[in-house]
């Protein structure tokens, strides 16, 4: 009896090689497709320059493909994390604004530790990402207050801080500003903090609030005797 259940063991682990075998004979002739879905950040360029108009996506299809037993382990023990995309230094005598179309490729693909070693990006929707380049620069620029609503007779809303306030942004759309404007500011008496609409292209207004008020202006003299 001893024997035959020996038999029976042997038989069972032959069994479970031949079928991992053939399951690793039919993995290396399988094709394997891997669908990921990875965000795409703005590219990174020096300070002299900002991106101000970027074809953002929540997220760019990359299809992967592979066979063999690698695919398992990369699922595994790797993750791609995002697209990365480099732009080279901009011509300091190139014309800005000016746009340039980013085709993606396998190297864009960051992983958040090794690389696929048998997986291959071979499809990315959309296929490229258009970026447009202009230089960066500071201006001053004084703050009007937006408001809304109606105000006591013969008063205004002033800044009563901070009047003037420092932005960054694209040289093309900095200097066309000639002053910066809050959020809309309610009809309610007395002094209150509101904060700076910052428009597109602009990437940083300091301070980035204002203290507005209600103040009269100087009496207009009706009549002189």
Known sequence: MLLKGKSYLWQWVLAVVISITLWIISMS???????????VPAPLLSDDFIVIDYERQDSVSVIFTGNGIGVLRDQILRKPEMLRIDVSPPNQEQTYPYSRSLELMENNVQFSGDRYSTLSAVTFNPPAITVTIDHRITRDLPVRINAAGSVPERYLWSVLSNTIV????????????????????????????????????????????????????????????
Do not use: M, W
């Open 29 to 39: 002739d399988k094709q394997f497709e891997i669908n990921e879905k990875l965000p």
């Open 166 to 225: 420092q932005v960054t942004g694209a040289r093309s759309i900095v200097n066309q500003l000639d002053s910066c404007y809050t959020y809309h500011v309610g009809s309610g008496g007395g002094s209150k903090e509101t904060v700076i609409e910052i428009p597109d292209g602009i990437i940083n207004i300091n301070p980035s609030s204002v203290i507005a008020g209600l103040i009269c202006p100087v009496p207009v003299i009706a009549q002189i005797q």
